[in-house]
């Protein structure tokens, strides 16, 4: 089958194909805004970027217990680039895949993925329920509360910033800034 480059639509088709749940598809939204933003800050392809946040839990909702094998089974027999299909693998090193982030995309989504999901819980506990008046010293001190959004493995996102060479101030920031563009998809633009 020939590759082609898929567009944004085809993604988001896919994505509810396979997903019904609100918060694995705002999530999937909250990562493309986040990859969107650091293409941009990298002077990377904004469109790829995005499309690969977009499709990156592909396969968590149906199945979870071959998360990564099922989206590069899916992605390969709609013809996507191989290069699409290994960034979206690799963002499950070391947890479902031996698939190491290389290059600066992949880095980008393997740091963001979990980093989203404390994000998100860190602006739903404030009164505005909102990520636009949200720090990143307020993510930090939630960070610190192992009991807070427990399911978020810090250990990864730390990875992620020593792959790519970033504090996790900045990488919070940027991240919080990146979410900040697709706030009102997300559900947290607040009141």
């Not at 999901?117 to 960070?143: H, I």
Request: aromatic share 6%.
């Amino acid at each position: 089958m020939r590759t082609h480059t898929p567009t944004r639509q085809e993604a988001y088709e896919l994505l509810l194909k396979y997903n019904q749940s609100e918060s694995l598809i705002k999530h999937a939204l909250a990562v493309e805004g986040v990859m969107r933003h650091f293409a941009k800050k990298f002077g990377e392809d904004e469109e790829k970027w995005g499309i690969i946040g977009l499709i990156h839990d592909l396969d968590y909702e149906r199945f979870p217990d071959q998360h990564c094998q099922k989206t590069e089974e899916i992605l390969k027999a709609a013809g996507w680039p191989q290069e699409y299909i290994r960034a979206v693998v690799s963002h499950g090193w070391g947890i479902c895949t031996d698939v190491e982030p290389r290059t600066p995309l992949e880095k980008v989504l393997f740091a963001v993925d979990e980093l989203t999901g404390l994000v998100v819980t860190s602006a739903l506990v404030r009164p505005s329920k909102s990520v636009m008046d949200l720090t990143p010293k307020s993510v930090k001190k939630k960070w610190k509360d192992k009991r807070f959004a427990a399911g978020v493995n810090r250990e990864i996102i730390k990875k992620g910033a020593g792959l790519l060479d970033m504090d996790l101030t900045e990488l919070i920031t940027e991240t919080i800034q990146g979410m900040q563009s697709v706030a009102e998809a997300i559900g947290l633009k607040g009141a």
